[in-house]
């Protein structure tokens, strides 16, 4: 909950040996919650849904009223990065039974409930419903913060909370929602928290009729993201930073932004958040770029071509990212699609596709 991924993908690891040594599917399918969160977080949108609905099934079986309704959202916030709102919103709309939202006798988990407030802000806001978003959020973070979980609270509840106060144009609420993350991420260190109270501070400036003034914290908040690693909304939030360039008269910027985010985009498979960058691209007057992918390398995307070339030219992960423009971190999120995506686990195994694949005659 605080962003620190490596950390918490190593102790996972370690939780699924001893749940093999004891022979515990339950025990499996409390790491499968984090896993499947794991993988929206880096990108391995595949593997998530694949995890979940394994997970979903088995948690239903042993009847796990508590762990199913936050695998059921956090399966559907996946479908709904790739427009699949039919099949979200059955997901969200069984975690809403489960955990009892429709039954205004039922008991209060805060673990149950909070996320499946959670699953309904972001279905509402995928369907552009800001309010219904706006009431779903309170009231989650009205039981997180007044039973003291905050970190329940800091936990993509007040960013999606902002994020609904943004695009309803309620631009005070959503700016006393960054501070109210700004407080939380002070008080318990909460690594991400400081980058989603930038990235809501940053989009309230712009809002307020300062792009310029935006577009520093803006970068600065996406690198933020990055580095955790977030690839989704870090990706989302540089394509309103190209928006913002762009804005500035830096059509040059915004184009170097898109391109990153097209190529995340299409790896990703969320269909709508690439339309609106190819619109951008539109917007300033260039054509976007052609669309992915080439069935010789297994579907990757024109980055992740890039760096599977650097990774046959035998660079590390650091001296990718220098040469591409973004982490190591970054590069190193890039070269596990490329694995999964293939079905490799080495270096030396890429390096020989790739050199095959670019000896083809064309």
């Keep these: 909950m605080r962003g620190d991924t490596e950390a918490l993908a190593r102790t996972v690891e370690e939780v699924n040996q001893l749940a093999d040594a004891v022979r515990s599917p339950v025990l499996r399918l409390w790491t499968a919650d984090m896993t499947i969160e794991l993988a929206y977080f880096h990108g391995e949108w595949d593997k998530g849904i694949a995890i979940g609905n394994k997970a979903i099934s088995l948690a239903r079986s042993l ?44 008991v209060v988990d805060v673990h149950q409930v909070v996320p499946v407030y959670i699953g309904l802000a972001y279905y509402y806001v995928g369907l552009g419903d800001f309010r219904d978003a706006i009431n779903a959020a309170e009231k989650g973070r009205q039981i997180a913060e007044g039973t003291g979980y905050i970190l329940w609270a800091m936990h993509r509840l007040l960013p999606i909370l902002g994020e609904a106060y943004l695009w309803a144009g309620e631009i005070d609420r959503a700016e006393e929602i960054g501070r109210h993350m700004r407080e939380h991420s002070h008080t318990v260190d909460h690594r991400l928290g400081h980058a989603w109270a930038d990235t809501c501070d940053a989009l309230v ?63 990703l498979g969320a269909a709508l ?23 010789g390398v297994a579907g990757l995307t024109g980055r992740e071509l890039e760096v599977a070339r650097l990774v046959a030219a035998r660079l590390s992960n650091k001296a990718i990212g220098k040469e591409l423009g973004m982490s190591a971190r970054t590069a190193s999120t890039h070269l596990s699609n490329i ?15 790739i050199r095959e694949y670019d000896a083809r005659p064309r």
Excluded: C
Excluded at 273 to 294: C, N, S, T, W, Y
């Design 63 to 106: 009847n796990q009223r508590t762990l199913l309704p936050r695998l059921l959202v956090w399966t559907s916030q996946i479908h709904l990065g790739r427009g699949h709102l039919d099949e979200a919103k059955k997901l969200v709309d069984e975690a809403v039974s489960v955990a009892g939202l429709d039954r205004p006798d039922a």
């Design 205 to 267: 400036m712009w809002k307020r009729g300062n792009p310029k003034e935006s577009v520093a914290l803006m970068r600065e908040a996406a690198a933020a993201l990055e580095e955790i690693p977030m690839m989704w909304d870090a990706a989302r939030l540089r394509r309103q930073l190209a928006g913002r360039l762009a804005e500035v008269g830096d059509t040059e910027g915004a184009l170097a932004e898109l391109r990153l985010v097209h190529d995340i985009f299409s790896g």
């Design 273 to 295: 958040e690439l339309e609106k960058a190819r619109m951008q691209f539109r917007q300033i007057g260039h054509r976007p770029p052609p669309r992915p992918v080439d069935p």
């Design 339 to 353: 694995y999964q995506k293939l079905n490799i686990s080495a270096r030396g195994e890429l390096s020989d596709l």
